[in-house]
């Protein structure tokens, strides 16, 4: 079973809509996954933060690797990490997809004019525990709350992409 929440990117910014249906891999440690392809063994939960350049945005993604993160934890705090990360020095790991991109965030954000792009994806893998995750009511709470993070985020000018929220589970899952 397959079920999809996904917010356009078009909705918000119709000259990315483009990067929605691209191939992007997040690199999480030393795992790197598609985010349109959930397989059965990499059972954990993770979010990750992809910044962007305008001028560069069909080309560039940088991956800022926050550590994993649960929604346990305050949207407040997340929120906080970006903002550090946003206008610090910080070098990032850079993204295997499409292409090396080795500019610091400080440069980044000038290039971008101070609105670094974010894109959120949340993945829920296929065995994630079925006491926290085997009601519809539990993701629908966890999805709330990132509806509420992405407003936060625009409202402290961060230029939102788009958000593409996966969950897959075996037939417990109803």
């Not at 992409?161 to 037939?171: A, C, F, T």
């Amino acid at each position: 079973m397959n079920i999809v929440f996904s917010v356009d990117a078009n909705i918000i910014c119709p000259n990315f809509v483009d990067v929605h249906v691209s191939p992007i891999h997040d690199i999480i440690g030393d795992i790197s996954i598609d985010m349109y392809n959930c397989h059965r063994h990499m059972a954990f939960t993770y979010d990750a933060i992809i910044y962007q350049t305008k001028k560069d945005h069909g080309d560039s993604f940088i991956n800022i690797k926050i550590k994993k993160y649960d929604f346990d934890n305050t949207i407040e705090d997340l929120i906080l990490k970006l903002e550090e990360h946003q206008f610090s020095s910080y070098k990032p790991e850079i993204c295997d997809w499409p292409i090396p991109f080795s500019a610091t965030l400080d440069e980044m954000k000038w290039e971008a004019e101070d609105k670094l792009i974010v894109w959120i994806s949340h993945r829920n893998a296929y065995w994630w525990k079925k006491i926290e995750t085997n009601s519809y009511e539990k993701m629908k709470e966890r999805y709330e709350k990132m509806e509420y993070l992405i407003k936060q985020l625009i409202d402290r000018n961060f230029l939102f992409l788009g958000i593409d929220i996966r969950i897959q589970e075996d037939d417990w899952f109803q």
